[in-house]
């Protein structure tokens, strides 16, 4: 069975700083990884993925994400945060055809 | 613009009562689903349907009842069964299943539902 691990509940950064939002996958087989983001009250918004290719992606809102295989992990990063990005992020893994599974999500406070 | 509509975005129920969420979308998907979100504990997925009249028991099925006899149309009804219903709903469609680069969910704005 797949599963989503997103070890911390909440992660505080000061604006200006790098952040980093963590996230570890189990599957069998090759994953499909995505990051949504979403604001109080409201859906689920995509931000990025990870399918084939380069280990480093790029997403919207300056945010970056990096898959690790090895350490099966697909963290989500950003050079310079923002206070505007304050929001509860969630990793999901999408086995091919299958249905998507996700983390328990992470709450990310930017302090200006 | 395209999207997917959900409501009402507020719903406050009597214990015993079934309650009707409504989801529709205007971007020609395929594959629609329905998600309870729970504080701290993620999204669960309780109904998806690949293709119009057929629908699939998602993780937390018991409870729930879906339909989909139109392609951009997926209600949700939460049923008296349901042990504990009140939680925040969201509806998402992809373009459908299988298919490489395109298994992004849109999401609606979610209907919150609470239990009196």
């Known amino acids: 069975a797949q599963s989503v691990a997103q070890p911390e509940d909440q992660v505080n950064v000061a604006e200006g700083n790098p952040l980093t939002v963590k996230c570890t996958y189990s599957?069998?087989?090759?994953?499909?990884l995505f990051w949504y983001v979403q604001y109080p009250n409201r859906g689920l918004q995509f931000l990025l993925k990870?399918?084939?290719?380069?280990?480093l992606v790029k997403g919207s809102y300056g945010f970056e994400a990096e898959f690790n295989k090895s350490q099966t992990s697909f963290h989500l990063k950003k050079p310079s945060a923002l206070v505007s990005d304050s929001a509860l992020y969630f990793c999901a893994v999408l086995v091919r055809g299958g249905k998507s599974t996700f983390g328990d999500g992470t709450t990310l406070t930017v302090k200006p | 613009d395209g999207g997917i509509t959900q409501s009402p975005k507020y719903l406050f129920r009597k214990e015993g009562q079934n309650v009707t969420l409504s989801c529709e979308q205007n971007?020609?998907?395929?594959?629609m689903y329905w998600y309870r979100q729970d504080p701290g504990q993620g999204l669960r997925l309780i109904y998806y349907s690949q293709i119009v009249n057929d629908f699939q028991k998602g993780d937390i099925a018991e409870g729930y009842s879906v339909s989909r006899e139109k392609k951009e149309s997926f209600p949700l009804t939460v049923t008296s069964a349901q042990k504990n219903p009140t939680a925040f709903y969201l509806c998402?469609?992809?373009?459908?299943?299988?298919?490489?680069?395109?298994?992004?969910?849109?999401f609606g704005a979610g209907s919150r539902l609470t239990v009196l």
């Open positions: 599957v069998s087989g090759n994953p499909y």
């Open positions: 990870y399918i084939t290719g380069d280990n």
């Open positions: 971007l020609n998907h395929d594959a």
């Open positions: 998402a469609s992809t373009p459908g299943q299988g298919v490489t680069g395109a298994n992004v969910l849109t």
